[in-house]
C-alpha cells in the first residue's frame, strides 16, 4: 500500500479504538462493540441496541449502527443500497466496468454516496473516508498479502463486515465459502437488516428474492432434462471458472441446469481445459466485464481447437451475464430468470 501522513492514521485511529468489527480472524470472545457517529438515526434505533451478529462463524456486538461504511466491489455496494443504507455509507470502491449504474433500481444510490476510487481498496483509503466499518471480502478486497484484513483494520479501530460468499473454510484456508450462494445473499441481507436496525426492509427484500427465484422456477420439468453449464470468467492457459460456493452455481441449478464444476468446493478457481472437456457442457455461460469482453471471449472459445467437439461449441450454445449478476449481489435473482428462460430454449432443442 502507498503510504499517507501518519497524522491521519493516527488521528482516525484515536478517535474510534473503541469500535470492532466482524472479521473471519477475530475470536468471538474477542468481538467488541462496533460504535458510530452519533446523531438522529442512531437515537432513533436506541431501543434495538446492542445487536450481536454471526459473520463467518465470529460474533460480534453493535452499540450503534454504522455511520462511515466503506464498500470494496460493485455487488456489496449493491447490498448496502437494496438496503437503503446510502446514508450509513461513506462511499464506495469498485472498478469502472463490473457494471452499469444506470438502470437498476437503486441506482440513486450511486448518485448520492461517494465513488472514492476505482482501484484496490486500502488502509489509507478507509481512514482519510473516516470509515468506521468496511464491508468487504476475502479476495474480495481483504487478503494477507497487502496487509488489508479485518484483523488489520482492529488495529486500526475500524470494524468489518465479511461478504459471506467469501467466508473462508477456516482462518488459514485458501478456499473460500461455508453455505450455498443464495443462502449466502439472505443471510448477509438479514444481518445487515439487524446491524442497521432495518430489520422489516431487510425481510421484505429476502422474500422478494425467494418469490423471484420461486418464479423463475415455475414450470420447469422436475425430474426432467438438466442442461449442464461451464462458467467461463477468464483464462486461456488454464479457465478461471466458479466452483459449488461462487454466487454462479445456485444461479445455474435454480435456473434449471447443471454447474460441470459443482463439486469444486471453492468459489471462484482455476481448473485445466481437459476438465471442461470431460465435463463436456452443454451451454457456456460466460461472465461479462472488462478486457476481454464477452464477445472475445465467445470468439476465443469458439475457435480454441480443444474445445471443439464439446457440445455448446459445436451447437453454439453460449450465454452471457455481467460480473455483477453473477457474484453475490441483489441481481442475482434476475440473473437467475435470465438464465433459466435460456435453459428453457436449450431443454426444447
Same mark, same amino acid.
Given at each position: 500500500?502507498?503510504?499517507?501522513?501518519? %497524522?491521519?492514521?493516527?488521528? &482516525?485511529a =484515536?478517535l474510534?479504538?473503541?469500535?470492532?468489527?466482524?472479521?473471519?480472524?477475530?475470536?468471538?470472545? $474477542?468481538?467488541?462493540?462496533?460504535?458510530?457517529k452519533?446523531?438522529?438515526?442512531?437515537a432513533?434505533?436506541?431501543?434495538?441496541?446492542p445487536?450481536?451478529?454471526?459473520?463467518?462463524?465470529q460474533?460480534?456486538?453493535?452499540?450503534?449502527?454504522?455511520?462511515?461504511?466503506v %464498500?470494496?466491489d460493485?455487488g456489496?455496494a449493491?447490498?448496502?443500497?437494496?438496503?437503503? #443504507?446510502?446514508?450509513?455509507?461513506a462511499?464506495?470502491?469498485?472498478?469502472?466496468y463490473?457494471?452499469?449504474?444506470?438502470d437498476?433500481?437503486?441506482?440513486?444510490?450511486?448518485?448520492?454516496?461517494?465513488?472514492?476510487?476505482?482501484?484496490?481498496?486500502n488502509k489509507?483509503? *478507509?481512514? $482519510?473516508?473516516?470509515?468506521?466499518m468496511?464491508?468487504a471480502?476475502?479476495? !474480495?478486497?481483504?487478503g494477507?498479502g497487502?496487509?488489508?484484513t @479485518?484483523?488489520?483494520?482492529?488495529?486500526?479501530g475500524i470494524?468489518?463486515?465479511?461478504? %459471506?460468499?467469501?467466508?473462508?473454510?477456516?482462518?488459514?484456508?485458501?478456499?473460500?465459502?461455508v453455505? @450455498?450462494?443464495?443462502e =449466502?445473499?439472505y443471510?448477509? #441481507?438479514?444481518?445487515?437488516?439487524?446491524?442497521? $436496525?432495518?430489520?422489516d426492509?431487510?425481510?421484505k427484500?429476502?422474500?422478494?428474492?425467494?418469490?423471484?427465484?420461486?418464479?423463475?422456477q415455475?414450470?420447469? @420439468?422436475?425430474d426432467?432434462?438438466?442442461?449442464?453449464?461451464?462458467?467461463?470468467?477468464?483464462?486461456?492457459?488454464? @479457465?478461471?471458472?466458479?466452483g459449488? !460456493?461462487?454466487?454462479?452455481?445456485?444461479?445455474?441449478?435454480?435456473?434449471?441446469?447443471?454447474?460441470?464444476?459443482?463439486?469444486?468446493?471453492?468459489?471462484?478457481?482455476? *481448473?485445466?481445459?481437459?476438465?471442461?472437456?470431460d465435463r463436456?457442457p452443454?451451454?457456456?455461460?460466460?461472465?461479462?466485464?472488462?478486457?476481454?469482453n464477452?464477445?472475445?471471449?465467445?470468439?476465443?472459445?469458439?475457435?480454441?481447437?480443444? #474445445?471443439?467437439?464439446?457440445?455448446? &461449441?459445436?451447437?453454439?450454445?453460449v450465454?452471457?451475464?455481467?460480473?455483477?449478476?453473477?457474484?453475490?449481489?441483489?441481481?442475482?435473482?434476475?440473473?437467475? =430468470?435470465?438464465? =433459466?428462460? !435460456?435453459?428453457?430454449?436449450?431443454?426444447?432443442?
Amino acid at each position: 500500500m502507498h503510504a499517507r501522513a501518519a %497524522t491521519a492514521i493516527a488521528a &482516525v485511529a =484515536a478517535l474510534a479504538l473503541a469500535l470492532t468489527g466482524c472479521g473471519a480472524e477475530v475470536g468471538a470472545s $474477542d468481538s467488541g462493540k462496533s460504535s458510530g457517529k452519533s446523531g438522529d438515526k442512531t437515537a432513533k434505533g436506541a431501543g434495538h441496541y446492542p445487536v450481536t451478529v454471526e459473520n463467518c462463524g465470529q460474533k460480534a456486538t453493535y452499540d450503534k449502527a454504522p455511520q462511515r461504511v466503506v %464498500t470494496n466491489d460493485v455487488g456489496i455496494a449493491e447490498i448496502m443500497f437494496a438496503l437503503g #443504507l446510502e446514508d450509513h455509507m461513506a462511499g464506495y470502491v469498485m472498478p469502472d466496468y463490473k457494471a452499469s449504474r444506470e438502470d437498476v433500481p437503486w441506482k440513486d444510490g450511486y448518485q448520492k454516496v461517494k465513488w472514492l476510487s476505482k482501484k484496490q481498496i486500502n488502509k489509507e483509503l *478507509v481512514l $482519510d473516508a473516516k470509515a468506521d466499518m468496511v464491508f468487504a471480502g476475502w479476495n !474480495y478486497g481483504f487478503g494477507e498479502g497487502d496487509g488489508f484484513t @479485518p484483523a488489520g483494520l482492529k488495529k486500526l479501530g475500524i470494524g468489518s463486515y465479511v461478504l %459471506t460468499e467469501s467466508c473462508r473454510n477456516g482462518s488459514s484456508a485458501k478456499s473460500r465459502g461455508v453455505m @450455498p450462494p443464495l443462502e =449466502a445473499l439472505y443471510t448477509d #441481507l438479514t444481518a445487515l437488516g439487524k446491524i442497521f $436496525d432495518v430489520e422489516d426492509r431487510a425481510d421484505k427484500l429476502v422474500a422478494d428474492f425467494k418469490k423471484r427465484v420461486a418464479d423463475a422456477q415455475a414450470g420447469q @420439468p422436475k425430474d426432467g432434462h438438466r442442461p449442464s453449464v461451464f462458467l467461463y470468467d477468464s483464462g486461456q492457459d488454464k @479457465p478461471f471458472t466458479a466452483g459449488a !460456493y461462487a454466487g454462479p452455481q445456485d444461479i445455474i441449478a435454480k435456473a434449471g441446469g447443471t454447474n460441470v464444476m459443482g463439486d469444486l468446493k471453492d468459489t471462484w478457481a482455476t *481448473v485445466s481445459w481437459e476438465s471442461v472437456v470431460d465435463r463436456d457442457p452443454e451451454v457456456i455461460l460466460i461472465n461479462n466485464y472488462g478486457s476481454p469482453n464477452a464477445e472475445q471471449k465467445k470468439k476465443f472459445l469458439m475457435s480454441y481447437a480443444p #474445445l471443439a467437439n464439446v457440445k455448446a &461449441v459445436k451447437n453454439h450454445r453460449v450465454f452471457v451475464l455481467d460480473y455483477v449478476d453473477l457474484v453475490e449481489s441483489p441481481r442475482n435473482p434476475s440473473a437467475i =430468470a435470465a438464465l =433459466a428462460g !435460456y435453459l428453457k430454449e436449450v431443454r426444447a432443442g
